[in-house]
């Protein structure tokens, strides 16, 4: 099945540690993107990748970090400088029409 | 700074209602306007609208754009409990790609 695959579902991480989300297509698209999505907020971008090995900044990315070695995967990187981590993540990735999403990730602070 | 606002934020009706859910944007390089359903988890696509006035349809739901007033409109007619979720609108922009959305609408059907 063609799609776009973010693990885990749910994410729990301690005060301090660096968390990494998983985000994998196998729909052969070029663009991948990270939202942030909080409740009443809206989704907001944090980065995207328009091709591999390049990636920009989008509008909240202090705190975060991804990679992009392979075009299938876009990893993201929540790290203990993100003061506020706890969301809802969604990765997309961009075909012929509109962006397409993953189920999402829930990080929680414990 | 890109900006795209809708209302209501939140909307209770009851089924067989017909909806209609407003979105407004003020964005630079406008591309195109769409919206998406979320239910639970993923954002599923319902609408790409990139020109003036044509109305886009797909089964109860149908979408109009309007480039000179910067607005969009999606209708919902015999509305029905499945289609409870957040509506959201986005502005895709610019040569990147980039999309932004609004805070979303919260539509509730009761049967």
């Known amino acids: 099945d063609g799609g776009i695959t973010q693990s885990p579902k749910y994410l729990f991480r301690k005060e301090g540690q660096n968390v990494t989300l998983s985000c994998e297509q196998n729909?052969?698209?070029?663009?991948m993107y990270w939202y942030r999505q909080d409740p009443g907020q809206g989704l907001r971008l944090i980065y995207y990748?328009?091709?591999?090995?390049?990636?920009q900044k989008g509008d909240i990315a202090e705190g975060y970090s991804v990679s992009r070695e392979k075009k299938e995967s876009f990893p993201l990187t929540v790290t203990s400088a993100q003061k506020n981590p706890t969301a809802f993540y969604l990765c997309?990735?961009?075909?012929?029409?509109?962006?397409?999403f993953g189920d999402g990730t829930r990080l929680s602070i414990l | 700074e890109d900006k795209v606002v809708q209302s209501p934020l939140s909307l209770v009706v009851h089924e067989g209602d017909t909806v209609t859910l407003n979105c407004s944007y003020e964005v630079t390089n406008f591309r195109s306007l769409l919206w998406y359903k979320q239910e639970k988890k993923a954002p599923t696509f319902l609408f790409m609208l990139?020109?003036?006035?044509i109305e886009k349809k797909s089964g109860r739901l149908s979408s109009i754009l309007d480039k000179k007033e910067l607005f969009s409109i999606l209708n919902i007619t015999a509305t029905q409990t499945g289609d409870s979720a957040v509506y959201l609108c986005?502005?895709?922009?610019?040569?990147?790609?980039?999309?932004?959305f609004g805070k979303g609408i919260t539509l509730s059907v009761r049967p």
């Open positions: 729909l052969n698209h070029d663009a």
């Open positions: 986005a502005a895709l922009t610019g040569a990147n790609s980039k999309l932004t």
């Open positions: 990748s328009q091709i591999v090995n390049d990636f």
């Open positions: 990139t020109s003036s006035g």
């Open positions: 997309a990735s961009e075909g012929e029409l509109a962006q397409h």
